[in-house]
């Protein structure tokens, strides 16, 4: 039976303590990552989760304080990435001229990384009913921490409550920092009967969009069509405007500072109008009933 699958992002309430908590468990795991992601480098098992288990879990466990199911999950945090490299090397291969002047390409692998996966961003993978999961009916989280377990309440949209009904499966979390606040964002799955089935087959597209910085949006249709909108261009002109904006500052007149404030609202401007055209050409792309 297919299923359907859907990320809550939980705005998590922390006491100081928890924050503090959390602060030092996501920076372990962070360094965690990025010491196992060098060893797989340096050994060629990019992607295997036992050999990197059965190589260095006591030295996760004991090097970094984690506890055994963080110090598992860094192990598949760090294969997961290096999946997603390769992947991303797959689809951009090397191009060259040979000798006669034709163009070329060769598929590129992990073998062709210059250097490791790096982590840059404090993080944890929780794994669901180990690392996290729900009480007193759902109202607090309970959210495991390098010492004790931390129990706080959390913000969700009404729109999240039909998740907490118990039809769909919560997965493996992933605990995070933004300007301040903590969020874990948590994927939900649930199987589709033929009831729900008949009512999407009502429907004249499905299509699902994800938004991006190297592409402005990706999407896929009900019949496996995938369509890329670049964003290169976009991110030339951006950095066109950060190097103006650079320049400015460095002088620090009244006059640059005028300037810095009408290429704030030119640029917001443009970029307003990009997402304005990029919406309008996948409303007429797909058309009434997606």
Same mark, same amino acid.
């Not at 962070?30 to 030295?59: I, P, R, W």
């Not at 948590?186 to 009967?193: F, K, N, Q, S, W």
């Given at each position: 039976?297919?299923?359907?699958?859907?990320?809550?992002?939980?705005?998590?309430?922390?006491?100081?303590?928890?924050?503090?908590?959390?602060?030092?468990?996501?920076?372990?795991?962070?360094?965690?990552?990025?010491?196992?992601?060098?060893?797989?480098?340096? #050994?060629?098992?990019?992607?295997?989760?036992?050999?990197? $288990?059965?190589?260095?879990?006591?030295?996760? =466990?004991?090097?970094? !304080?984690?506890?055994?199911?963080? +110090?598992?999950?860094?192990?598949?945090?760090?294969?997961?990435?290096?999946?997603?490299? %390769?992947?991303?090397?797959? &689809?951009?291969?090397? %191009?060259?001229?040979?000798?006669?002047?034709? =163009?070329?390409?060769?598929?590129?692998?992990?073998?062709?990384? &210059?250097?490791?996966? &790096?982590?840059?961003?404090?993080?944890?993978?929780?794994?669901? #009913?180990?690392?996290?999961?729900? +009480? &007193?009916?759902?109202?607090?989280?309970?959210?495991?921490?390098?010492?004790?377990?931390?129990?706080?309440?959390?913000?969700?949209?009404?729109?999240? +409550?039909?998740?907490?009904? !118990?039809?769909?499966?919560?997965?493996?979390?992933?605990?995070?920092?933004?300007? !301040?606040?903590?969020?874990?964002?948590?994927?939900?799955?649930?199987?589709?009967?033929?009831?729900?089935?008949?009512?999407?087959?009502?429907?004249? $597209?499905?299509?699902?969009?994800?938004?991006?910085?190297?592409?402005?949006?990706?999407?896929?249709?009900?019949?496996?069509?995938?369509?890329?909108?670049?964003?290169?261009?976009?991110?030339? #002109?951006?950095?066109?405007?950060?190097?103006?904006?650079?320049?400015?500052?460095?002088?620090?007149?009244?006059?640059?500072? =005028?300037?810095?404030?009408?290429?704030?609202?030119?640029?917001?401007?443009?970029?307003?109008?990009?997402? $304005?055209?990029?919406?309008?050409?996948?409303?007429?792309?797909? !058309?009434?009933?997606?």
């Amino acid at each position: 039976m297919p299923t359907i699958a859907i990320t809550m992002k939980l705005h998590l309430r922390p006491s100081e303590e928890d924050v503090l908590a959390f602060g030092v468990m996501s920076k372990a795991y962070m360094e965690a990552c990025n010491f196992v992601a060098q060893y797989a480098f340096d #050994n060629g098992c990019f992607l295997s989760v036992l050999k990197l $288990h059965k190589a260095l879990y006591q030295t996760v =466990r004991s090097q970094f !304080g984690l506890k055994a199911q963080l +110090a598992a999950s860094v192990f598949r945090t760090v294969v997961a990435r290096y999946k997603a490299v %390769r992947e991303q090397l797959w &689809q951009r291969p090397f %191009r060259y001229k040979d000798e006669n002047g034709e =163009r070329q390409s060769i598929t590129r692998d992990l073998n062709w990384l &210059q250097h490791p996966v &790096q982590f840059h961003r404090p993080q944890a993978d929780l794994v669901r #009913n180990r690392d996290y999961s729900f +009480a &007193q009916k759902g109202n607090k989280i309970s959210v495991n921490t390098l010492g004790k377990r931390a129990i706080m309440s959390y913000d969700a949209p009404e729109c999240f +409550a039909g998740f907490f009904d !118990g039809s769909w499966t919560f997965g493996t979390g992933k605990l995070v920092s933004l300007l !301040g606040e903590w969020y874990l964002h948590i994927p939900a799955t649930r199987e589709v009967d033929d009831a729900t089935l008949a009512e999407l087959d009502s429907y004249a $597209h499905i299509v699902g969009i994800d938004r991006g910085i190297r592409f402005l949006s990706v999407s896929y249709d009900e019949k496996g069509k995938t369509s890329f909108v670049s964003g290169r261009e976009i991110m030339e #002109n951006r950095q066109s405007f950060a190097d103006v904006r650079v320049e400015l500052q460095s002088r620090g007149t009244k006059s640059a500072k =005028r300037a810095l404030k009408r290429i704030s609202g030119r640029e917001n401007r443009w970029m307003r109008d990009v997402n $304005h055209c990029l919406t309008k050409a996948l409303v007429s792309e797909y !058309g009434a009933g997606t």
